[in-house]
């Protein structure tokens, strides 16, 4: 069984009596945190890719387990031992800002940019477009000991680079020694601008990315 299929099956599960209210909760968590998009913006289908993701591995609708934790315990009886622990392993892979350090046919290099940390990603679609140094935004899925990218990736502009890293170097400062950076709000902060920039191309880029204004960036809602 596939990544997806297994996300299919949980999705499914999660939006049945008297479950069917935790999809529409998430998406008020979700888009309120990182921008609502519509079906026009160019990053819409991957937004809502991401909406799933933050569903099935970060969303707690008892406000203690995340949707697949209670799907493991609750609804998981028709999976086999190798299924469950695979639905395990996927829940495992990190989330966060990553830049790309290398690309090889099939694999693809990242460095996560708040812990330094690198992960190998195999992929078996085209890299056209990914270059060394740019920073996306990812989440990892691990299957069968390997990851791969899940289908919400966004990607932020090559010329914001320097003042998006030098946020992120801030951030981590600020936590101190031992501390856990604010990296789940940057991700907000970072979707809601680059929804902005889709939307207002005569906006100038630099106005955008202002780290310095973020009341500027409650999220698009037009």
Do not use: C
């Amino acid at each position: 069984m596939t990544p997806g299929e297994l996300q299919e099956r949980l999705l499914a599960w999660g939006n049945v009596a008297p479950r069917q209210g935790w999809i529409l909760a998430a998406r008020r968590e979700h888009f309120e945190r990182v921008g609502e998009p519509h079906e026009e913006d160019k990053s819409f289908e991957a937004r809502m890719n991401g909406l799933l993701d933050f569903f099935v591995f970060d969303f707690r609708p008892n406000g203690v387990d995340t949707t697949l934790e209670l799907y493991l315990r609750d609804g998981a009886d028709e999976l086999t031992t190798d299924e469950r622990a695979a639905l395990r392993e996927l829940g495992r892979g990190p989330h966060g800002l990553f830049e790309v350090r290398r690309i090889r046919p099939g694999e693809i290099r990242l460095r996560d940019t708040f812990t330094g940390e690198d992960h190998d990603v195999g992929e078996r679609r085209s890299a056209a477009g990914l270059e060394k140094g740019d920073l996306i935004e990812a989440r990892l899925l691990r299957h069968e000991g390997k990851l791969q990218f899940s289908a919400s990736f966004l990607f932020h502009p090559r010329p914001m680079r320097k003042r998006i890293l030098g946020e992120v170097r801030r951030r981590v400062k600020s936590a101190g020694k031992g501390g856990t950076p604010e990296v789940r709000d940057l991700l907000g902060v970072l979707s809601r601008m680059a929804l902005r920039l889709e939307r207002y191309r005569n906006v100038r880029m630099e106005s955008i990315y202002d780290f310095e204004a973020p009341a500027r960036h409650p999220g698009p809602r037009e």
